[in-house]
């Protein structure tokens, strides 16, 4: 599965972005899904997840303000981002494993086979 992330930017606090991720490659119905956030010097953290039959998880620094969803149609994963704080800064990247359909281990990197390059978001004060 190949994956090419868009949509990142720089906003101000308080702003919105949609990340979108386009999948191709791939023809499988059942997968994991999940939008991982890395800044230098940590860990890749996981922010939100979906499975295929539309079971979502989100770290808890997001509820309320971030919705993650997707269009089977267009193979597109999304991230709707709001109320966007100084602290959401980071590398923004989709990953994806098409060989489960459960995905109660959303949060972890290692649960996912592939990767895209990642979309740059940046929150000013």
């Known amino acids: 599965v190949q994956l090419v992330e868009s949509g990142g930017g720089s906003v101000q606090a308080g702003g919105s972005l949609r990340l979108s991720c386009l999948a191709s490659?791939?023809?499988?119905?059942?997968?994991?899904m999940a939008w991982f956030r890395q800044t230098p010097g940590k860990k890749r953290e996981g922010v939100a997840g979906i499975s295929s039959y539309g079971s979502t998880g989100y770290a808890d620094s997001v509820k309320g303000r971030f919705t993650i969803s997707t269009d089977k149609v267009k193979n597109t994963l999304y991230l709707e981002m709001n109320s966007l704080e100084p602290g959401d800064s980071g590398m923004y990247y989709c990953?994806?494993?098409?060989?489960?359909?459960?995905?109660?281990?959303?949060?972890?990197?290692?649960?996912?086979?592939?990767w895209g390059q990642g979309t740059q978001v940046t929150v000013s004060s």
């Open positions: 990953a994806a494993d098409v060989s489960r359909w459960v995905c109660p281990l959303w949060r972890y990197p290692s649960e996912y086979t592939s």
């Open positions: 490659g791939h023809t499988e119905f059942n997968y994991c």
